[in-house]
């Protein structure tokens, strides 16, 4: 019995090693951790474009793609005549003001796609929260414009995204399943998988067969870790938060889920 019982709790304990080594190897991002903003009623223009200003050079990653005018077009200083983001938001498309421009281009980046640039921007709104979202438009909107953003926007965004969501809190809403995960990380907006997609970035149909897991997994946490040649020119695109977006369990079963396309 005594030889019995030793044999299980071996096993056991085997078990939990084997667990410990493998959330052990799992990298822990120590930056681009979202920035929680408390925005209360009395909110001030000037404190709106404040924090959205840190957003915009900050966790938001925009200063990545906007302002060189080449990847994307510049939102700070003039873009081919037409000035500041500011200036010329209101005037992108008919009947809509610059405030609500700024918010379909941050939740749907490819509703519009300014001429002569690809469809490379991610949504925004998956992966930074309504007061973030709410302050970058504040932010952009004082770039040669009118600050109309007040705080009353940041709760009804809030409500919608959490409706969206089905009142369930956490990235994909908690899921662990990848064909939840991707679509909420907005990774077909960039790379194919499986007939669907865009192929702006590499295609990850066959990815496994070109990386193993922990490639995987260290790709997702550090974008920059590695740039597959003749993608050269889009370094930088992928953003860096979804190490501290996804749960420890969801970017497990993502990379082994892109790790079995072979």
Not at 85 to 105: D, H, M, V
Not at 121 to 139: D, G, K, N, Y
Not at 193 to 214: C, K, N, S, W, Y
């Amino acid at each position: 019995m005594w030889a019995t019982n030793a044999k299980i709790v071996g096993i056991v304990l085997g078990t939990l090693a084997l667990y410990t080594l493998i959330a052990n190897k799992i990298p822990q991002v120590q930056s681009e951790v979202p920035q929680t903003l408390t925005l209360g009623a009395n909110v001030t223009p000037e404190q709106l474009v404040a924090a959205g200003e840190k957003v915009f050079n900050g966790i938001g990653g925009c200063t990545t793609c906007h302002g060189l005018g080449t990847r994307a077009p510049n939102l700070l200083t003039d873009e081919k005549g037409t000035g500041p983001i500011g200036a010329r938001c209101g005037k992108r498309e008919a009947g809509k003001s610059c405030k609500q421009y700024l918010y379909e281009s941050l939740d749907n980046p490819t509703a519009y796609i300014v001429p002569g640039y690809q469809p490379i921007m991610p949504v925004m709104t998956r992966q930074l929260s309504p007061q973030q979202i709410w302050a970058l438009i504040a932010f952009l909107e004082s770039q040669g414009g009118t600050v109309d953003v007040t705080a009353s926007d940041v709760p009804a965004a809030a409500a919608a995204a959490a409706a969206g969501a089905g009142g369930v809190a956490g990235f994909a809403g908690g899921s662990t399943d990848p064909k939840a995960i991707i679509p909420a990380a907005g990774c077909l907006a960039c790379h194919k998988l499986d007939g669907q997609g865009q192929v702006i970035a590499p295609d990850l149909t066959h990815v496994g067969a070109r990386r193993d897991a922990e490639s995987i997994r260290k790709k997702i946490l550090d974008p920059m870790s590695s740039i597959a040649p003749g993608y050269e020119k889009l370094a930088g695109i992928m953003p860096k938060t979804f190490g501290s977006m996804m749960s420890a369990a969801q970017l497990e079963a993502l990379a082994q889920y892109l790790a079995g396309h072979k």
